[in-house]
């Protein structure tokens, strides 16, 4: 049984999730990537390719430690056809995010989802509730001496769109580039992928407007820099 008073922990932000929903659960369970399918056919399907894949084990990156990658047993696909048909059931507005073995629940009501953990193979690894407590699109750091911080989309550029971006961020002395996209310019000439937690933290719009000018680089969105 789910412990509430351990597991939900309260989160500062500017706004709801997915500007709906005020709790994240968050949960684990082996290949619940396969339950975006929705369908138990094609849940079937998925578990099957990955038996195969596995088996096959091509070029051996299965076995790499570091992925951890565990064999489908016949416990797993019935765990996964299982939590399926509960999250079926589930009559609430609600929103559901996948990611390997990591299962997100978007809701405004977690009744239904701690009954679905405490009847199924799911884990609970944590229940996030969002509090409003600063202005929307606002960002809290402690400290900082720039006054916006703009982060991009995942995205691939060319090797000319990426020497044109280095060579705004090597012009520009007053902007700070978080440390990812540091190592992105000067560490790994070669890489031409963006992620999307790579941010630059300038000081007025006058970036953005370069940025524009010199590279056709989509941003993710602008945050106004709040300090503790």
């Not at 099957?48 to 990156?61: C, T």
């Not at 009954?115 to 929307?136: G, M, S, Y």
């Amino acid at each position: 049984m789910i412990n509430l008073n351990q597991k939900i922990k309260t989160v500062s932000k500017d706004r709801l999730y997915y500007d709906q929903y005020r709790y994240c659960v968050q949960v684990y369970m082996q290949e619940i990537c396969g339950l975006r399918y929705r369908s138990h056919q094609q849940l079937h399907q998925y578990l099957e390719h990955q038996r195969f894949a596995r088996k096959v084990n091509y070029g051996g990156s299965w076995t790499w430690p570091v992925r951890n990658i565990q064999p489908i047993s016949d416990a797993t696909v019935d765990n996964c056809h299982r939590v399926l048909d509960a999250i079926k059931d589930i009559a609430i507005d609600h929103k559901t995010v996948y990611n390997c073995d990591t299962g997100y629940f978007y809701t405004n009501n977690i009744d239904p989802f701690v009954k679905l953990i405490n009847e199924t193979a799911l884990q609970c690894i944590e229940i996030r509730q969002a509090k409003i407590d600063r202005p929307r699109d606002t960002i809290v750091i402690k400290s900082s001496t720039h006054q916006l911080r703009t982060y991009f989309r995942c995205q691939r550029v060319t090797a000319d769109q990426k020497h044109s971006l280095c060579n705004l961020f090597a012009n520009q002395q007053s902007i700070r580039l978080s440390p990812g996209l540091t190592d992105w310019v000067k560490r790994f000439p070669n890489h031409q992928y963006i992620s999307d937690n790579y941010f630059v933290d300038h000081n007025d719009d006058g970036f953005l407007t370069l940025l524009a000018l010199s590279s056709s680089v989509k941003i993710k969105k602008t945050l106004a820099i709040l300090t503790e």
